[in-house]
């Protein structure tokens, strides 16, 4: 058991080594930890109550939960940089910019405008820096969502993405999701009129859609018809001569919608088509173990894996390889640090990290060693 446990600790901090090449940028975490302040106190509920008048939002709990340390921000970093501008380049897509997201002004305004801006103005504030949101709206590409999106991250036009982009793996090849901040289903809107329980027979019935719409799976004897946004999509389920009677969006989106301009169309009678989580999103950022922050967030998750190593077993071994393994990592972080710019900053943090965790393996040997010897006079 001993041995099983130790090969475990070893294949743990290799690829704990391995991930630092994917690490998020400081800029990521930052925006994770200000979405994630954002869920707790409210904001995020107020701001879509403000313009959907729906119930709290839905989010998962999966953001940062820290901003990081601004003696492990290097200045060549992501978040150094728009520190040092005092303003955040926010990506929206044309395609995208619509009432109640995006309402165009002056000034602008909307659900994804008020959220991104406070994110923003959170993560400033958290630096003891003035720092605003500067909105770019995106010209349509090849790829007039999604691609154009990623292609402004890639060129730099861009510092981060807050478009209503849904989180998907194969989106995760190209860009860094920071933290779900919305959560939506895909349903079907039927026509001005039209029967909101769906035909079983006839067809095919076309399907107005646009973007990640297109990708879902409709139910037998329907097919999709793409356009390019989600205003050409409502004008096709508008339009009562171009036959198309259907159509795929959020459930929140068609409301609104319907409100404003169809009160004769309605939702159909069946479950959604699928389920999305929205989240902003920043340029991928690759090897960051030569930095500070990249080293400080590895020697954190590997800490975290030997304490919890220690703590789920009785075994002294366990607990003196967990140890001795928590020794040898700073040893070799101590090299890593060596390789950045912020030399004594990485040194000093990556002592603290492993010297805690150090403390809490000891502990979980006293504790171990105190519940064996109860147990042994108890015995007795």
């Known amino acids: 058991m001993f041995l099983f446990t130790l090969f475990a600790l070893l294949a743990c901090f290799q690829a704990l080594s391995l991930a630092a090449s994917v690490e998020q940028s400081p800029l990521n975490h930052a925006l994770g930890a200000a979405v994630d302040a954002m869920n707790n106190n409210g904001f995020l509920d107020n701001t879509y109550s403000q313009f959907f008048g729906d119930p709290p939002v839905q989010v998962a709990d999966k953001c940062s939960k820290t901003f990081p340390s601004a003696d492990l921000v290097a200045a060549d970093s992501d978040l150094a940089r728009v520190l040092a501008a005092g303003r955040v380049r926010v990506g929206v897509a044309q395609v995208a910019v619509a009432a109640p997201f995006f309402i165009t002004g002056p000034p ?7 959220s991104a801006r406070e994110a923003v103005r959170l993560i400033g504030e958290h630096y003891g820096k003035s720092l605003t949101a ?24 861009v510092d981060i993405v807050w478009s209503r982009m849904s989180v998907t793996d194969e989106r995760a090849e190209r860009v860094d999701f920071a933290c779900e901040n919305f959560q939506t289903q895909f349903v079907i809107a039927t026509g001005n009129g039209v029967s909101t329980t769906l035909p079983t027979t006839g067809g095919p019935h076309t399907v107005a859609c646009t973007a990640i719409f297109c990708l879902q ?47 004769g169309c309605g939702l159909a009678d069946t479950a959604p088509l699928g389920s999305s989580v929205l989240s ?7 090897t960051p173990r030569n930095t500070a922050l990249g080293i400080s967030q590895v020697a ?10 220690s703590q789920a077993s009785a075994s002294g071994k366990v607990h003196r390889a967990a140890d001795a393994e928590a020794r040898a990592a700073f040893k070799r972080f101590a090299k890593w640090c060596e390789q950045t710019t912020l030399v004594d900053e990485c040194v000093s943090s990556a002592k603290d990290i492993l010297e805690d965790a150090l ?22």
């Open 108 to 114: 602008f305004t909307g659900s994804e405008v008020e």
């Open 134 to 157: 500067e909105f770019v709206i995106l010209p349509p590409g090849a790829d007039a969502f999604f691609g154009t999106l990623a292609d402004a991250l890639d060129r730099h036009v």
């Open 217 to 263: 799976t409709l139910p037998d004897g329907f097919t999709f018809q793409p356009f390019d946004s989600l205003t050409d999509v409502f004008n096709a389920l508008t339009d009562t001569g171009d036959g198309i009677d259907f159509a795929v969006a959020t459930q929140e989106q068609l409301l609104l919608f319907f409100a404003a301009s169809c009160p």
């Open 280 to 286: 902003s999103s920043t340029r991928p950022l690759t």
């Open 300 to 309: 954190t998750a590997l800490a975290q894996d030997l304490v919890a190593t």
């Open 359 to 380: 403390d809490a393996i000891d502990a979980s040997s006293s504790s171990s060693s105190s519940s064996s010897s109860s147990s042994s006079s108890s015995s007795a």
